[in-house]
């Protein structure tokens, strides 16, 4: 390209291969510039607009980014949390558990007592049934196994709550247990205590006597007879406790027995009780063991104030020392 001979315009000699002519084309001179210019301006533009469209894309795409991260943090923190709340469920429990241990030991205890209180009073049948119900056990060292079924955290902060749920149960039983145990063995011993059929219980005051069972010289005739039970001397007025748990099927007055009062007891044995100053009872009452039932008196063939105490086994009179405490 050269300048050619007019001022505002220019040729432009196109040079092509050796055997062919050269080309001219005449062009304004502000074209000339003009075009360049535009060329250049629209790469720059182009440029632009790609840096422009490049600062946009990597913005969405961090923003992109940043969005993910938010959410995984979100999701990070609930698993933390998760696992903190499930954790101090688990120390929860745990402390739960020990404290339900020391109390199953207690009532263990208990029942221990209550098991060898049963085994000493009790029928043979109901400590049996005790000492299975005690004996129902299992054992982690034996055959264990099945398939393995992933769990959700979900699932196992319900299978906490439940279990938190379960030991209040279980704890609320245990007091219930606690208080009534103590109770019921109290129960069973004064039951046993008072329906106890063996005349075992002294039955005056007094432990003074004044006439054993056995042959002996009467004190009325001078002459040898028969006592068929015990003089216990006391105070008129003096307590007379009935000697166990029964049934009074006597009480009246004779000439020779004064006032007196029988007792059937449970077992099939009797006691009797003479020359009383005032009978308590009626006939058909039921009594219990130590139960006051009369007042020691002087009252028919009697010499001065006791208590002829007799016990029956059968149609026998037997020594009342033998089964008295
Ligand atoms: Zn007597």
New binding site residues.
Partial sequence: MRSASLPHRMTLLVLREANQPVKQIQVSKPFVIAVPIAALLSISGLIISLQMQSGHTISRLEDTLRLQNLKFEAIVTDKNEAIERLQSQVITLSGQSKELMDRMERVSELEAELQSFIDKYGSKGDAGKLSSLSSLSWDESLGRGGEFIAVHDQEIEELAQETSDDFLEISAMLDEIEKNVPTTLQKAKQTQYSISGTPSEWPTLSTRLT?NFGYRTDPFTGKAAF?????ISGKIGDPVYAAAAGKIIAAESNRSRGKYIIIQHPNGLQSWY??LSEIKVSEGDAVKKGQTIAKLGNSGR?TGP?L???IVKGDKKVNPLSYLQ
């Fill in positions: 006439s006592h068929a039970g015990i003089d003479m020359h009697s006791h002829h105490f007799e």
